[in-house]
Nanobody
């Protein structure tokens, strides 16, 4: 089992920044990919950013590319999402997820599908961006 705990959400004005953290514990060696997903009210869950923890490759959705940065601190078993130039459309519940994918080439599709019902998920942290 892997436990994921997100933190760092909050309310900011458009153009502001936030940094989300996802601390992993448990059998973290059983996963090789971690990602951030978000869901706005009435919308489907969408992938935001992901990292192949085995090699460090990163992947982003087109809507956040150039504004968000995902990174990892292996010593702390923590993944971060630095969010800059936030927009009102970035508002939503942000979830951290971890999974064991066949390889780094599968991370992009995992992200674009909005993750799967398998793997591990955190409880989420709310991000609200006001105009």
């Amino acid at each position: 089992q892997v436990q994921l705990v997100e933190s760092g959400g909050g309310s900011v004005q458009a153009g502001g920044s936030l940094r989300l953290s996802c601390a992993a514990s448990g059998y973290t060696f059983s996963t090789n990919s971690m990602g951030w997903f978000r869901q706005a009210p009435g919308k489907e869950r969408e992938g935001v950013a992901a990292i192949y923890t085995g090699g460090g490759s990163t992947y982003y959705s087109e809507s956040v590319k150039g504004r968000f940065t995902i990174s990892q601190d292996n010593a702390k078993n923590t993944v971060y999402l630095q969010m800059n130039s936030l927009k009102p459309e970035d508002t939503g519940m942000y979830y951290c997820a971890a999974d064991d994918l066949p390889g780094p080439t599968f991370v992009g599709s995992w992200l674009s599908r909005g993750g799967t019902d398998f793997g591990y998920w955190g409880q989420g942290t709310q991000v609200t961006v006001s105009s």
